[in-house]
């Protein structure tokens, strides 16, 4: 949905251009956009970001409770610690970090590229091993989005 204002933001004018982070994106692109440039890709891992006194993946208690508003994520956190209580939870970067205290959770799951870019790497507690944490298809890519018929 939020794809789709941006578009139809493109196409009045309104904006000139939009960047979106790939994995997001529709199969299909709206007729009069271009994907127009692949922008240098960010780190594709996911990553813990942790109550204070955790330092990774392994030093959570049985039981620990950790946001992820992604099935992939879920499921493979639960393949590795089966132990684990997952909460679903949804919102902006900042919003789910502070989901950690509002909702008493140990840790939430996010993109290190969101924080990369986002400027909060410093909140990033653990890089999930890709042995553990597989992730997204063309996570960490962006794209920019323009009115055109061809790339630039």
């Avoid at 789709?4 to 960047?19: M, N, S, Y």
């Avoid at 813990?48 to 992820?68: F, S």
Wanted: proline residues 6%; without cysteine; glycine residues 8%.
């Amino acid at each position: 949905m939020f794809i789709k204002e941006i578009e139809v933001a493109l196409l009045k004018g309104e904006i000139d251009l939009a960047i979106h982070s790939v994995k997001d994106l529709p199969v299909q692109i709206t007729s009069g956009l271009v994907f127009a440039a692949y922008l240098k890709r960010e780190d594709p891992r996911d990553v813990l970001v942790l109550k204070e006194g955790y330092n990774d993946i392994n030093d959570l208690p049985q039981g620990a409770k950790i946001g992820t508003g992604s099935k992939r994520r879920m499921y493979q956190l639960i393949k590795y610690r089966p132990d684990l209580e997952i909460i679903p939870i949804r919102g902006n970067i900042d919003t789910r970090i502070r989901k950690i205290e509002d909702e008493n959770l140990d840790g939430v799951v996010l993109a290190a590229a969101g924080l990369n870019r986002a400027g909060l790497n410093n909140h990033i507690s653990y890089h999930l091993p890709i042995d553990i944490m597989i992730p997204a298809p063309a996570q960490g890519a962006q794209i920019l989005h323009r009115i055109g018929r061809r790339p630039v």
